[in-house]
C-alpha cells in the first residue's frame, strides 16, 4: 500500500483541487453548516466547569494540600535533610538548613531545621512521592482534597512555611486525641 493512502482514522479525505462553483463560492452552506454544529453543542452536556466558582467532586482517597507536621510538643518534625527535595520528579522543593540554638528547642525536634522550606505549587503534581521519602514523618498530603486556589501572579504559588506549617492549634488537638487514645 502507497504510503499517501494509509489512514489511520479512516477519515482521511482526498483534497481535490476542482474550481467552485457558484453557490459553493459563496460559502452559505459552509456557514450554515458551521452554525448548525456550533448550535447543535450548545444542547449538549457540558464538560468544562466554572472554575475556581465551581469545583469537581473529588474521590474519596483524594488527598492534597500539603502540610509540614509537628509533633506531640508542637514542635516542627522537619530536619532539612533534602530528602523530599531529591525525590520530587517536579524539582518543586528547594530548602534552606539551619542550626537550632539551645533557646529554640521547643521550636525544632531535630539540631537542624528548615530556616526557609517552599514548594512551587505550579510544578506539583501530587503524587505524594515527597511524605514517601520523608524519614521524619514531616511533610505529608493531607485529606483536605484542597487544590491550589486560582491566582494571577506566579510568585503567589511559592507556598512558604506559613502556608505549610501545621497550624499549633491543630497539634495540640492531634496531641489530645492520641492522649485520649
Ligand atoms: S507531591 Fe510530588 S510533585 Fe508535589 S512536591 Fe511532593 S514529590 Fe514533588
Ligand atoms: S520534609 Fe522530611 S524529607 Fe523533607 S527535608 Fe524535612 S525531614 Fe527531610
Redesign the pocket.
Known amino acids: 500500500m502507497a504510503i499517501e493512502t494509509i489512514s489511520l482514522s479512516g477519515r482521511k479525505k482526498e483534497v481535490v483541487n476542482k474550481k467552485m462553483n457558484f453557490w459553493e463560492g459563496l460559502y452559505l452552506v459552509a456557514i450554515i453548516k458551521g452554525l448548525f454544529i456550533t448550535i447543535r453543542h450548545l444542547f449538549k452536556r457540558k464538560v468544562t466547569i466554572k472554575y475556581p466558582e465551581q469545583v469537581r467532586e473529588r474521590s474519596d482517597v483524594y488527598r492534597g494540600q ?1 502540610q509540614l507536621k509537628r509533633d506531640e510538643l508542637g514542635r516542627e518534625n522537619c530536619t532539612a535533610c533534602g530528602l ?1 527535595a531529591l ?4 524539582e ?2 528547594t530548602m534552606t538548613a539551619a542550626e537550632r540554638k539551645p533557646e529554640e528547642k521547643h521550636l525544632y525536634r531535630e539540631e537542624k531545621y528548615a530556616s526557609v522550606y517552599e ?1 512551587n505549587m505550579l ?9 514517601e521519602a520523608c524519614p521524619k514523618d514531616a511533610i505529608y ?1 493531607t485529606e483536605s482534597k484542597q487544590l491550589v486556589p486560582a491566582m494571577y501572579g506566579r510568585e503567589d504559588f511559592i507556598f512558604g512555611k506559613d502556608r505549610l506549617v501545621m497550624p499549633l492549634t491543630q497539634a495540640m488537638i492531634n496531641a489530645q486525641s492520641q492522649m485520649t487514645r
Open positions: 500539603h523530599c525525590s520530587c520528579p517536579a518543586a522543593i514548594i510544578r506539583c503534581i501530587f503524587c505524594g512521592l515527597c511524605e498530603l
